[in-house]
Nanobody, 124 residues
């Protein structure tokens, strides 16, 4: 497994931007596909975005964030990012990054390493 630590959350007004980072330990980071999930108060955790392993040539997004969020990775820094633009109040949630060696990128059950989460709050 890989250890994951998220950062970059905070309070932002609607229409603003934030960039989340997820730093991973270990020398095998590049071999993991990485995902971002979020959990809003009173709701189940849901898929946000994912990037495949190695060069990250394939990206996946939830419909609710397409064209607003961008996932990327820097294997030299063992870090995955989530750039969030045009934020909406409904994006308010705790955001988690996760790592997997499986191929089902949008399913929580595929991921076996999780960070502790970072809070994102979007005010209207």
């Amino acid at each position: 497994q890989v250890q994951l630590v998220e950062s970059g959350g905070g309070l932002v007004q609607a229409g603003g931007s934030l960039r989340l980072s997820c730093a991973a330990s270990g020398r095998t980071f590049s071999s993991y596909a990485m995902g971002w999930f979020r959990q809003a108060p009173g709701k189940e955790r849901e898929f946000v975005a994912a990037i495949t392993a190695w060069s990250g040539g394939t990206l996946y997004y939830a419909d609710s964030v397409k064209a607003r969020f961008t996932i990327s990775r820097d294997n030299a820094k063992n870090t995955v990012y989530l750039q969030m633009n045009s934020l909406k109040p409904e994006d308010t949630a705790v955001y988690y990054c996760a790592a997997t060696t499986n191929n089902y990128y949008t399913s929580q059950s595929s991921y076996d390493s999780w960070g502790q989460g970072t809070q994102v709050t979007v005010s209207s």
